[in-house]
């Protein structure tokens, strides 16, 4: 079974500019999420969906985070414009179904370097 | 609102000693622990989780933990290391409503000497 896949791996930009992180969930899991890992902390959920629905985005910065999901499969996170601070791992998981008890499974993330 | 506390941010073993990872949690009610491991360049893979239950669980790797609902600890433990257990370890709450979400800890960064 193919995990969770990411890309790119690593993208480094300036700041002001803007940047897209690409996910490809566990096939058949209907819920997919984005975490924010900062260097030297743990992953901080960004946004969740169900299907192509937003289940939770209150701790996503929406003056310049974006996220889509269309068609319930694939998704796409953006950063316009990007900060200094948004530098770190963008990690992607996906689960069967949204409850809180069910693993969530991990993609190797997207390392951001903003400059 | 829940929260993880792993007090310890780096810890050295010799390989083939024993492991004790510690994570203290604050949540209402008995909440759902979670163990994950994450390797260098990798994304998080989980080790173990916590319903109810038996307080001891068992996990990958021959990993182990045991929740303690008087110290809200859930703390990870390993008989004997092996240096590919070299990584980041991260211990996550949950509550048991259907709108939780997964709140990591800090992570503990585990070094295994030869």
């Known amino acids: 079974e193919a995990g969770v896949a990411q890309s790119p791996r690593y993208k480094i930009i300036e700041k002001r500019q803007s940047v897209a992180f690409w996910c490809n969930p566990i096939s058949g899991h209907a819920t997919l999420y984005w975490y924010q890992q900062i260097l030297g902390q743990g992953p901080k959920l960004l946004i969740q969906f169900q299907n192509n629905g937003v289940v939770d985005d209150s701790q996503l910065p929406k003056d310049r985070f974006s996220a889509e999901r269309l068609k319930g499969v694939d998704s796409t996170l953006k950063i316009q414009p990007a900060k200094l601070e948004d530098s770190a791992v963008y990690l992607c998981?996906?689960?069967?179904?949204?409850?809180?008890?069910?693993?969530?499974?991990f993609g190797p993330g997207t390392r951001l370097t903003v400059l | 609102a829940q929260s993880v506390t792993q007090p310890d941010i780096h810890i050295t073993v010799s390989e083939g000693a024993s492991l004790e990872l510690r994570c203290n949690y604050s949540y209402g009610a008995t909440p759902y622990l979670f163990w994950y491991v994450q390797s260098p360049g990798q994304g998080l893979q989980l080790l173990l989780k916590?319903?109810?239950?038996?307080?001891l669980v068992q996990g990958i790797k021959g990993f182990e933990a045991e929740f303690k609902r008087s110290q809200s600890s859930f703390n990870l433990r390993k008989p004997s290391v092996h240096w590919s257990d070299a990584a980041e370890y991260f211990c996550a709450v949950a509550g048991t409503g259907t709108a939780s979400k997964l709140t990591f800890g800090t992570g503990t960064r585990l070094q295994v000497t030869l």
């Open positions: 916590y319903f109810s239950g038996d307080t």
């Open positions: 998981a996906s689960s069967l179904v949204p409850r809180s008890s069910d693993t969530q499974y």
